[in-house]
Structures are given as structure tokens and as C-alpha cells.
């Protein structure tokens, strides 16, 4: 079967690595911005070309006589990808524009989560102005700041956090409010995780519950990040979370892909992302996604035991409701190396050099090759993930692994460590009293 991927970072590096460990021996395509050497190094063939450029990637798709397609970031899907490649014959993994909007578009998610009463909702408004917004966030005096469109993961502020003061969500949101519209909410306090499934339409099959890192420096410091790393426990929950928890987020999620169908007349089929906090209620929903995370895709893709292409088929037939979706029971660690400065003022065009990564998988992100060698593009550069029975054991795997990656780079020695966890879990007991 011939398979074409749309993106080049890390994420979709896993996601094809996943597809070709499937045991119907598929050729994978690819078409990405820059060359990925990890994605490369698995294709038969790949296109570089801007990943909105919809009509080249159908003519692409049509040329390479594509028979399934998997859409990996946000901006393709939120261009109408997926709808155009449909359209051509190729079924896709991620959803259609109609109901990709539960991403790229902040206001639409809360004002749908509304009218159909999706639990964990905050109390929030959606501005247009200054004035009346000002007044909204006097009234809650505890708020996050989030512009509408899409910002790449980085356009949200919480006040206790980058927002010091009222003062500075009301300038935030002036800002803000130049460029659209912006949704003020109720600030939750808790522990972020973040919960994924494949989704096809109306069955969705859920991977283990996963925490990222957004904080760029060690002990959840610096300026916020795409992710700097992220774990995931030996089972489906992480270490501050109760079984109800889970169970509760997952309901969420079966209600919003119900809701999703009766709102846009569309079924959503691809992954679906639930960025949860976990507070002393309960988990309240941050947002959705309509993809894999990146670093959490790193994570569970490596755990998947069913054949990957055989779960894409039953996605883009509606049948994954016959498909058990198992996974091992196994910790991972996922850590990022990023180019030093990053996010503010990273090293570009800095080379990066993998040295012996023992038991460690390694991912290439935003990096590019040129001449055998590799180099930063300004991102995150490379991910490495231990996977173990104990998340400190693939901690270990996954730190020996970045001390032989070399070049302009910097890592957060802390993500998956005991003294980090111990610290969530000793947050979630004392907000659960
Ligand atoms: N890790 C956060 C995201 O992918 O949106």
C-alpha cells in the first residue's frame, strides 16, 4: 500500500516510523518543507514543498498513485488537506476543515463546547474589543489570555504565570486584540496531561495519558515552548492521576467527537488531542487539537502493538470500533535537544552531530541535510525517547542518549525524573486536600 505523509518534524518522523513497522509492507511517501533526514531515510520518495500547498499535494498524492494519506501538523489540516485529498480519492488521517476548527479556530471550541454542554469548559468570553474585554477580566480577576487563531502553541498567557498582574492581561489582550479576536477564561489550577485517540468518526481508541514540559529551562522556568520533553507511565495513567480521572477526560472526548458530527454534519477522523488540566474538580479541558502532539506523539506511537496501517484503515473506514488498539506497558521519556537560545534567540544553521544513542530511539525535528550533515533550523532540533518498565529507567535511556548528542544545543535534565514527579504528585494532593 502506498502512503503519503504530510510533514516534516518529529512527530510525523514517529508517525513513519510507525507505519513502517506495519507488517504489510507499505511505501511511504512524504511531502515536507524541509528534508527530515529520519523521514527520508524512510521514504521511497519525498516532495519538498510548503505542507499548505493543497494543490500540489494532491497533485503529488495523484502522481505517486496514493492510496491512504496521514496529515500530521495543524496549518495542512486547518488549509483543507485532508477535504482536497478526499475529494481525490485518497482517504486521510485527519479531519476535515469542518471539524479541524475545534483547533485553529479558539473561540468556535469553547462557544461548541457550550451549546452542547462538553463538560470541563471554563468560564470564559469571546472579545473583540477592548473595552468590554478589560471588564471581564476585572470580573474574573483570574484569567488566561488566548488569541483565536493559530499560534503554533505559544500565543497563550496565564496570569500567575506570564501574565503577573491584571494590568498586564489587560495589555496582553489590547495586543492581542489587533490581530482578532480573543478568548478570556477562568485560570485553572492544577496539573497538565494530555490525552490522545484515533478517531473515526465516532469510535476513538485512546492512548496512555501523557504530561509535556512547555517551560524551556529545568524546574519549569523560561519562557514557554512547543515542548521541551514528556512522559508517559507504565499503564494508561500518569503518576498524580486517579483511574476516575482518566475515565472522566475520555468522556469528554466521546462527547466532543459526538457533538463534532451533530455540529459540521462531519465525521472527525484522525487524532484527536485533549489538553487537560487535572484541578481539584476534576480535569477541565485547555483545548483540543486535531493531531498528535509533538513531543507526546513520540511517546505513545512507539508503544502501539496493532498494526499501525491496519488502524489508519479501520480510521478512514468508521470500523475501529472492531479494532482492539493495544499498547505495551511500558514508561517512555521523551526529550528534546534544542539549539541554544532557543525560543527567543536560537543558533540556526548550527551542525548536530548523533553520537551513540544506546537503547535510545532518536527523532529528527527541525533540522535539515545538507551535504551528510545535519543542522537547526531555529526549532526544536532532535528528540530522543527511552522506553523502559519504570519511567526512571527510561529517563536514564534517554539522558545517556542526549549527552552524545553534540553540537549548539541545550536539554532539560529534569523531565521524567523522580524529584519532578514527586513534585506533581505532591501538587495534586495538596489540591485535592
Ligand atoms: N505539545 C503540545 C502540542 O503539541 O500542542
Known sequence: MKILLIGGGGREHAIA?????SKHNP???????KKNPGIAALCEDFLLEKETEVAKIVEYAKARNIEMAFVGPEAPLAAGVADALWEAGVPVVGPKKACAVIEFDKAWARNFMKKYGIEGCPAYEVFTEEAPAHVFIEKLGDVAVKPSGLTGGKGVKVMGDQLPDLKAAMEYTSELLEKGPVVIEERFIGEEFTLQAFV?????????????HKRAYEGDLGPNTGGMGSYTDAGEILPFMLSEDIEKAKKIMQHTVTALHEETGTGYQGILYGQFILTANGPKVVEFNARFGDPEAMNVIPLIETDFIEIMSAVVKGTLGNLPVKFSRKATVCKYAVPAGYPDNPEKDSEVIVGNIGEASVYYASVYEKEGKIYTTGSRAVAVVGC?????????????????IQGKLFFRKDIGTAGLIQKRIDHMKELRG
Open 200 to 212: 473515526d468518526g465516532k469510535n476513538l481508541a485512546f492512548f496512555p495519558a501523557v504530561q509535556d
Open 27 to 33: 511505501v511511504l511517501y512524504a511531502l515536507m518543507a
Open 17 to 21: 516510523e510507525g507505519i513502517k513497522k
Open 388 to 404: 523502559a518498565e519504570t519511567i526512571e529507567a527510561a529517563e536514564k535511556i534517554a539522558q545517556n542518549a542526549l549527552e552524545n
